[in-house]
């Protein structure tokens, strides 16, 4: 059984810093990726940042050059978020890739609230 719990978030004012972090606990074969998606209220749900086991990141472009994404070992990622702005108001969720084979399962974290007052 795979467990993905997230931590951090909470309410910051618009321009101001918040760190998120998520830890991967189970079985796990082989870790492929790991994300951070956000939904905001009536919306769907985005890819924020994403890591691979290389490496390798990718962002959303409305948050290249403010959020950052890194890996603190093998199964804890982390995203730092600078610069905040209101409309990154959402649920923060954390979803990790395993790879089992030529096959790839997601799973996904409980969601942390980030909230950014103007």
């Known amino acids: 059984q795979v467990q993905v719990v997230e931590s951090g978030g909470g309410l910051v004012q618009a321009g101001g810093s918040l760190g998120l972090s998520c830890t991967i606990s189970?079985?796990?074969?082989?870790?492929?990726?790991m994300n951070w998606y956000r939904q905001a209220p009536g919306k769907q749900r985005d890819l924020v940042a994403s890591?691979?086991?290389?490496?390798?990141t990718n962002y959303a472009d409305s948050v290249k050059g403010r959020f950052t994404i890194s890996k603190n070992n093998a199964r804890t990622v982390s995203l730092q978020m600078n610069s905040l702005k209101p409309e990154d108001t959402a649920v923060y969720y954390c979803n990790v890739e395993i790879a089992y084979g030529l096959s790839r399962v997601n799973y996904w974290g409980q969601g942390t609230q980030v909230t950014v007052s103007s």
């Open positions: 189970g079985n796990i074969f082989s870790i492929a990726a």
């Open positions: 890591i691979t086991t290389g490496g390798s």
